[in-house]
């Protein structure tokens, strides 16, 4: 027999801005293992992804730091900032600029950025 966990309840709702390659999948089991099972949450989700950038012409990467300056906390996972060859191998529109880029100039002094390491 399992014991009921009691989820902590996250007032704020979190933006969570998906990313490209590994770190989507990486990020998929994080929050599958250990967030969503001990954290009442709302996610606010934003795709990243190089693909989703492009087909909205980048105004996702402006809308999530939007989201970020009206709830105070994102999770951003690591995007792919594309040179001529990756604009080749994804059919871009074009080379987009960095989404850190983007997200650190509409948040400005709010930004900050930690590294966070599990052991």
Known sequence: MTAQITKI??????????GDEMTRIIWKLIKDKLILPFLD???DYYDLGIEHRDATDDKVTVDSAEATLKYGVAVKCATITPDEARVKEFNLKKMWLSPNGTIRNIL??????RKTRIR
């Open 41 to 43: 949450i709302d996610l």
């Open 108 to 113: 400005g002094e709010t930004y900050r950025y």
């Open 9 to 18: 309840k996250v007032k704020t709702p979190v933006v969570e801005m998906d």
